[in-house]
């Protein structure tokens, strides 16, 4: 199995439609959060069958895991593979087997079973803490725009996620597109006014 993401994010992101559907979101989460995780699975599959990254036996696995009865094994095995990566990436190893464990795990949040209630809860939590760690190994390699690509999928479907809007400010940066850095930085104080090191970013931005 091989992944190459090449997709790019959003140079430019307009305030309107970007707030409207930040209220949108929390207003409506109750009902739309079966929605939202059937469309954050078919983001994970974008990334899985782009191009060459998943094979005709990786498919005949895709396959296997939708068959699965027990969802919540599915869930526990995913956070194993999840830990898996984190312990690479801790060890400053970005390009190794383990953090390959990240791919895995969305392979198979990606055809989970989404029928219960806890179980989609626990699929929005763990997806979200993959992709970010995903996007946070590209970060650390300066690919900065495969890791704000990675960063627009978690705010695609939770617009007020502060440590993706955070960090995708700082691949933005990274492109030296400061319109989004500015956006994502003041959506992300408005959404957590005592962060800190939100604060202090804005302050550099808009002071240089």
Not at 60 to 67: A, F, R
Not at 74 to 90: D, I, M, Q, Y
Not at 134 to 147: H, Y
Request: overall charge neutral; some cysteine.
């Amino acid at each position: 199995m091989s992944f190459g993401y090449i997709q790019s994010f959003p140079v430019a992101i307009s305030p309107p439609v970007r707030v409207i559907s930040l209220a949108r979101w929390c207003l409506f989460l109750p009902l739309l959060r079966q929605e939202i995780c059937r469309t954050f699975q078919e983001d994970l599959k974008g990334i899985l069958f782009d191009g060459s990254n998943l094979e005709y036996e990786d498919a005949e696995l895709y396959d296997y895991i939708s068959s699965l009865k027990n969802p919540k094994d599915v869930l526990v095995h995913c956070s194993n593979l999840k830990e898996e990566g984190n312990s690479s990436f801790k060890e400053g190893d970005l390009d190794g087997a383990k953090l390959e464990k990240y791919n895995l795990s969305m392979v198979f949040l990606s055809c989970l079973v989404l029928n219960e209630v806890d179980v989609r809860i626990s699929f929005s939590q763990l997806a979200t803490s993959v992709v970010l760690n995903m996007a946070a190994s590209f970060l650390k390699k300066k690919e900065f725009r495969q890791g704000g690509h990675f960063y627009s999928i978690v705010l695609n479907h939770n617009p007020g996620n502060v440590k993706a809007l955070f960090r995708r400010a700082n691949a933005a940066m990274g492109l030296g597109n400061y319109e989004l850095v500015s956006w994502d930085l003041k959506v992300a104080h408005k959404v957590e006014p005592s962060n800190q090191e939100v604060m202090r970013k804005l302050r550099e931005v808009e002071q240089s």
